[in-house]
T-cell receptor, first 115, second 111 residues
Framework: DAGVTQSPTHLIKTRGQQVTLRCSPKSGHDTVSWYQQALGQGPQFIFQYYEEEERQRGNFPDRFSGHQFPNYSSELNVNALLLGDSALYLC??????????????FGPGTRLTVT | GDSVTQMEGPVTLSEEAFLTINCTYTATGYPSLFWYVQYPGEGLQLLLK?????DKGSNKGFEATYRKETTSFHLEKGSVQVSDSAVYFC??????????FGSGTRLSIRP
C-alpha cells in the first residue's frame, strides 16, 4: 500500500516564476492538506482540499492556490515566486470517513528553492 | 489563536542519557496533542499522541503526558540512542481542523 507520494522531490525556480507541486494521497484517503516548512521551522498549514474544493485556508496570500482532482490527488500552485517561498512543501492526507480527523499521513515533501 | 511553543535546540546528548524536550500550548478547548519526528531526508512521522487530559502517549521508548493544568506535553525518553537523532515537533490539532506545529527541536546523540 503506497503512502502519500509527492513530486517532484526537488525543484529550483527563479523569482517571479510559477511552480506546480503534486501530491497523491494514501490509498483510501480523500482529503489533502498542504503545509510549508521553512528551513529551521515547523510546518505551516496552507490549505485543505476535500471533494475538489478548498475547505480550510491558513494565512497565505492568494499567490498560493490549489486543486483537487476526482481521483483525490492534488496540486499546489505558487505564482510570482519570492525568495521567501523557498521551503519544503509537505502534503498530508486523511480519510473523511475516519472520525479521528487528526489521523493524517505526511508525504516526504518537495524541496523548492527560489533563486 | 492556537499555538505551540517548544524548547529550542539543538540538543546534544550522549548515548543512554535521559531526554526531555519541553512543549507548551495555547488552545481553545481541549486539543489533541502530538509529537512528530523528522529523520534526515525523510517526511514527518507521528511519534505519539494524546487526546485528552492525563493521557500518556508512548512509542519507541518515548513518552509524553497531556497536562491540562500546565498546558504542557513534554517529550521524555529514559535512554536515548544514536538512531534517535532527528528533529522533533510538538503539535496540536486545532478547532479549525488543522495541525499546528512548534518550531522543532533538533536532537543529536553522540555515541
Amino acid at each position: 500500500d503506497a503512502g502519500v507520494t509527492q513530486s517532484p522531490t526537488h525543484l529550483i525556480k527563479t523569482r517571479g516564476q510559477q511552480v506546480t507541486l503534486r501530491c497523491s494521497p494514501k490509498s483510501g484517503h480523500d482529503t489533502v492538506s498542504w503545509y510549508q516548512q521553512a528551513l529551521g521551522q515547523g510546518p505551516q498549514f496552507i490549505f485543505q482540499y476535500y471533494e475538489e474544493e478548498e475547505r480550510q485556508r491558513g494565512n497565505f496570500p492568494d499567490r498560493f492556490s490549489g486543486h483537487q482532482f476526482p481521483n483525490y490527488s492534488s496540486e499546489l500552485n505558487v505564482n510570482a515566486l519570492l525568495l521567501g517561498d523557498s521551503a519544503l512543501y509537505l502534503c498530508a492526507s486523511r480519510s473523511s470517513r475516519i472520525l479521528v480527523a487528526y489521523e493524517q499521513y505526511f508525504g516526504p515533501g518537495t524541496r523548492l528553492t527560489v533563486t | 489563536g492556537d499555538s505551540v511553543t517548544q524548547m529550542e535546540g539543538p540538543v546534544t546528548l550522549s548515548e543512554e542519557a535521559f531526554l526531555t524536550i519541553n512543549c507548551t500550548y495555547t488552545a481553545t478547548g481541549y486539543p489533541s496533542l502530538f509529537w512528530y519526528v523528522q529523520y534526515p531526508g525523510e517526511g514527518l512521522q507521528l511519534l505519539l499522541k494524546a487526546t485528552k487530559a492525563d493521557d500518556k502517549g508512548s512509542n519507541k521508548g518515548f513518552e509524553a503526558t497531556y497536562r491540562k493544568e500546565t498546558t504542557s506535553f513534554h517529550l521524555e525518553k529514559g535512554s536515548v540512542q544514536v538512531s534517535d537523532s532527528a528533529v522533533y515537533f510538538c503539535a496540536l490539532y486545532s478547532s479549525a481542523s488543522k495541525i499546528i506545529f512548534g518550531s522543532g527541536t533538533r536532537l543529536s546523540i553522540r555515541p
